[in-house]
């Protein structure tokens, strides 16, 4: 399956999911409260790889006076959460930007607070703080989640399919380090719950899939695409006590 038809399938069983990835009101705001930011201050915030804006509209009902620039590659995602700023009342507060995370208009030091929930492995958790730290302002604030071991020494099973899919797997102790020597001071870290990833990401996919199937009876590349996700939170559900996300919040050293 070339790249262009895999997303192109990946779009259209997950459009329709209130999430892309794991996650929750509750993770946000919790990741939010530890920004220590001032919640109505007139801030510049950009929601990197916002999907169909789960956590673009929790930051917008809580940062009244922001504006946000949810930013995400697929313009299917982006005009669902254009939608929904509309019906949420959000227009004056949010935009939306189809772009790469590797190429982003922002000017330098012009942003108080990045965020992205599960998307920065797009380009590598070392790679994107230091590629987004040059947009945030000194004092700035990026909070990220990103898969996290939650204990060393994984079952060999899981370390294969991790190490496999994303290299930059490791321990929150070796995140942590990243960030500082990156130049960030950390501010808070917290684990995502099994709810996050069960009922609010799994779950819900697994629900469309017979529907996406039955669009696509017969295609080879849509089963096999069906086989990845299932192999996903199947792996979750039987090593859910050796990774998780965890939410990193930290502050731009200067």
């Known amino acids: 399956m070339d790249d262009a038809a895999l997303f192109a399938l ?8 209130e999430r892309q990835g794991p996650g929750s009101e509750k993770d946000t705001l919790r990741a939010l409260a530890l920004t220590q930011l001032d919640t ?6 950009a929601d990197m790889g916002c999907g169909t804006g789960a956590s673009t509209l929790v930051l917008a009902s809580q940062l009244k006076n922001a504006h946000i620039t949810a930013v995400d590659l697929f313009p299917d995602f982006l005009d669902i959460l254009s939608q929904r700023i509309s019906a949420g009342g959000y227009s004056e507060q ?6 790469s995370m590797d190429a982003l208009p922002f000017t330098e030091a012009s942003l108080d607070l990045i965020w992205s929930e599960g998307a920065i492995y797009n380009m590598g958790f070392a790679k994107g703080i230091e590629a987004w730290k040059t947009l945030l302002r000194p ?23 991790w190490h496999h899919e994303y290299p930059e797997i490791a321990t929150a102790s070796e995140k942590i380090a990243i ?3 990156g130049g960030y001071d950390l501010m808070g870290y917290f684990v995502l719950p099994s709810t996050s990833w069960i ?19 017969g295609q080879l590349d849509a089963e096999d695409l069906v086989k990845v996700e299932r ?10 006590d050796w990774f998780s996300y965890g939410f990193y919040i930290a502050r731009n050293r200067g």
């Not at 990946?10 to 999911?17: I, M, Q, T």
């Not at 109505?40 to 915030?45: D, H, I, R, Y």
């Not at 004092?139 to 399919?161: C, F, M, N």
């Not at 009922?199 to 009876?217: S, V």
């Open 40 to 45: 109505s201050a007139a801030l510049q915030v």
């Open 139 to 161: 004092g700035g604030v990026l909070a990220v989640s990103e898969i996290t071991w939650l204990h060393p020494d994984p079952p060999k099973e899981i370390q294969r399919y």
């Open 10 to 17: 990946l779009v259209e069983l997950h459009r329709d999911g």
């Open 199 to 217: 009922q609010n990401y799994y779950k819900p996919t697994e629900d469309r899939i017979p529907a996406f199937l039955q669009r696509h009876a």
């Open 231 to 240: 192999q996903e939170a199947d792996l979750y559900q039987r090593f859910q």
């Open 94 to 99: 949010v935009e939306t930007l189809a772009a």
């Open 179 to 181: 960030l500082e020597r």
